[in-house]
Structures are given as C-alpha cells and as structure tokens.
C-alpha cells in the first residue's frame, strides 16, 4: 500500500484564458493533516473540487491513495469524505432524517445505517439536537452536521474546503478538537482556510497556493523560521514623538526597518536574533533622542511568513517548493538520532 494519500501531478484547470489551478504538483502523506492556504482566487476551491471528483482537471493527473480521480471516480468517492464551503440543505428534514437520508444513498441498510448515523452524531455532538430542523441551525451546527455528513462511509481522506469560515471562536475551537481527534484516528486531511495561526496548530504541512502555482511546501515551524539570516526572530520597538524624525532615524540605520508611522511616533523592526545587537541599536536610538516606550523579541507568525513569501514572489524570486519528509520518515529519522546518541 502505497505511503501517498494525495498524489497530485501537473495540475491544471483553465476557465477560457484564466489559469485558476497552473501546474500545481504535490504529495499528502496518509495520515498527516496538509494545510491548503491561499489568498481568495488562488484557486483553492477548484484544486479541492478535482479532488473530489467534481470537476475535470485540462491537464494533468491526481491520485487518491493510489486511484485515479479520472478513471476511478467511485473508488475515489468511497475513499474521501468531502466538506464543501457552501453547504447544500434542504427544507423540512431534521438533522437525523438528513443523516439517515445520506446513510441510505451511500447504501447503509437496517442495523448497519442506524449504527453510522448514531455514531457520526455522536462524534460530531449532534446527539441532543437530532430532531432540529437541518435549515434552521447555527453556522458551528451546520458545520458539523456537514462534518457529520462527510464522515458517514468511515472515509480515509477528509477534504474540507474552508470548515471555519464564518464560525464563531467557540466553535473553531470545538471544530478544531474534532478535527484532531480524526486526524489522531490516522485519517488524511486536506484542509483549507484562511485562519493561519489555527492550521499552524493542526497541521502537518503546509501548503500555499498564488495564482494557481504552489509558492511553499512545509511545516509551520520551518514556515516561521524562514531563509533569514535571523531565523524569523526579530525585536518590535515602538516609540512616541515627531514620526518623520523616526521614519529618517530608520533608513539611515542598519537592521531597522519602519513597520508602524503614526501621527506622533510609530514602531520598528529590529531584524536580529542576538540580543547584543538589539542592545546597541537601542541604545543608538536612546543616544539620538528617540523615546522609546516599548520593545520586545518576536518570532514571525504564518501571516507574516505568507506575506513574505508574497513578496518574494513579487520581487521575482523563485518560489521554494519544500515538502517535509513523510510521517514515517520522520519516524525514522527520530529513530536514527536516538540510535546514534
Ligand atoms: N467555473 C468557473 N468558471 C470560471 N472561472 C472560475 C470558475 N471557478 C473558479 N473560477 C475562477 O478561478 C479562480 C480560482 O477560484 P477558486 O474558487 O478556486 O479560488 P479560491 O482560492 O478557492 O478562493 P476563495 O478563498 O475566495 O474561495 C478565480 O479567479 C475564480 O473566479
């Protein structure tokens, strides 16, 4: 059996001259949780939807644990478990009958049907609130009736497609709980959203998107330690009084970079790791009249590490495609150092 969940090959998917998904390549691990991030229109949604055998791709291949979404599109389904971000209801059904409802299209009989439905309520906490009308939940019901829904045939792939938008944060965090749980019962999920400092927490790996081609493959910790030279470390310093004298104080000096002008003072970034080097220039700004109110050491967040990235892009870098090792290769890597400690 092979080690690939997701195995995606020179994807492509045009709509006329638009390159919504253009030349995407990449490899989910079973087991492991990639996170799928992207600004709106990177093309998310539609790499998601020729996952699930939903659209066709123009070109290119893409495998579910070892089958071809093209010519095996009913294996395939019986592999994934889909959320999508636009969830489909109907009127006058209440959460079991709609549960019972999907149970029966994947083929569920008697004992066997009630058993999946009782356990996916369970699961999804939807027990106490089986008899409310499945069009009149909240958005954190509705998500997880919809979670629910995906889980019915026991899938090992889950591909869920921007699950906490519009959750409060109560139930982000309920959502999240419930996709850990999953994630430690060895499903694969393949997730979307917006929330960095979430999919940082849960995730594996972490894959961002920009106009349809992948601009990173990697963990959240290599993510935030970025390529430089201070490891993503950096000293936020803000001050009071005249903000141009800052902003002049700031291009002159070396490591400093402006991040915040107001109208009376503002903040910067000091790009170092080592404290010597905080200290001199914070003692250069005290010695040229600078008030300093505030300062601390900061380690980059994922928002931060995407913008980067951007930017780099931007400025015409190449993009670093770097996915991490696999879960059982990390295993043994782990094992290796043990061995030769
Ligand atoms: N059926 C379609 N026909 C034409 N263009 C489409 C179609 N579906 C998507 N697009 C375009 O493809 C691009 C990628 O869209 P997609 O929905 O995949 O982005 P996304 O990353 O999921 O964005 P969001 O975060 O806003 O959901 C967008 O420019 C979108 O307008």
Sequence with gaps: MSDIAIRVKNLKRHFGALKAVDDL??????????????????????????LATLD????????????????????????????????GNYENMTILEYLDFYARALGYQGQERMMRVQEVMEFADLLDISDRMSNKLSKGMTQRLCLGRSLLHDPEVLIMDEPAAGLDPKA???????????????????????????????????????????????????????????????????VVGEARALADWAVTSPYVELVDERKRGGRIRIDSNEPEQAAKVLSRMIKDGLQVVEFHKEQRNLEDAFIDILGQIDEGQVPQVSPPPLPNQRAKETANVEVNQ
């Design 56 to 87: 066709y791709a123009t070109s290119g291949t893409v495998e579910i644990c070892g089958h071809n979404v093209i010519n095996a599109p009913t294996q395939v389904r019986s592999l994934i478990g889909w959320m999508p971000d636009d969830f």
């Design 172 to 238: 982000r965090v309920e959502l999240k709980n419930l996709i850990r749980i999953l994630a430690e019962e060895g499903k694969t999920i393949f997730i979307s959203s917006h929330i960095l400092s979430e999919l940082g927490e849960m995730c594996d790996s972490l894959l961002f998107i920009n106009g349809g081609r992948i601009v990173h493959h990697g963990d959240a910790e290599s993510l935030k330690h970025g390529s430089d030279h201070a490891g993503g470390v950096f000293y936020d310093v803000q």
């Design 25 to 50: 390549s990449f490899e989910v691990p079973r087991g492991s949780v990639c996170g799928f991030v992207g600004a709106n229109g990177a093309g998310k949604t539609t790499t998601m939807r020729i």
